[in-house]
């Protein structure tokens, strides 16, 4: 017997395999949104945001249980992951509740103190995900770890970049204003 309906469906097109890409990987995509909020949350408003990152790291250590537990083979080393991710987020939530603490905090502006508490997230993430065997979580780390000195650096050239933007814009209008005006003869 022929299956008719195969031959009327439609392939798979693009946004298909996006959504289904997007929906297999949300937890580490929200991982890095959640961090990269963080940040800019901070940097825009100038303002500590101990609660926002302290509630952070229990989020990605569920995250990171969530990507291990399907490597676990048995119900002894899926303890020893709940375990080891507990005390590493533990330990993890102290180093970031050090950066908070009154001494500590007056020394750093807002700005440092998010991109301190965003290398401890990084390493964090990094080291779960080989403890967790879970590489998406490590992968995470590794952009994180990345970002920070681009953060960084785009924090301190805001001023250089907006006004190459401007000097482009304004170079594409000559541009297009002249290619616009009919030519003389």
Not at 3 to 8: Q, T
């Amino acid at each position: 017997m022929i299956d008719h309906a195969r031959e009327f469906a439609a392939p798979p097109t693009r946004l298909d395999s996006l959504s289904s890409f997007l929906l297999r990987q949300w937890p580490y995509l929200a991982m890095l949104a959640l961090a990269l909020f963080g940040v800019a949350y901070t940097s825009i408003t100038r303002q500590g945001m101990t609660t926002y990152w302290v509630l952070l790291a229990p989020i990605y250590g569920a995250i990171s249980v969530a990507a291990g537990w399907r490597e676990a083979a048995d119900a002894d080393a899926k303890w020893r992951l709940l375990r080891t991710q507990a005390l590493h987020w533990g330990a993890v939530l102290a180093a970031m509740l050090l950066v908070f603490i009154g001494d500590v905090s007056r020394m750093m502006n807002t700005d440092a103190s998010a991109l301190t508490v965003l290398t401890v997230l990084a390493l964090g993430s990094f080291t779960a995900g080989v403890h967790a065997d879970a590489w998406r979580v490590s992968l995470v780390g590794v952009i994180l770890a990345l970002g920070v000195p681009a953060i960084a650096w785009l924090e301190e050239s805001t001023l250089m970049i907006l006004l190459a933007l401007i000097v482009l814009m304004a170079i594409a209008a000559t541009v297009l204003l002249r290619e616009r005006r009919p030519h003389e003869s």
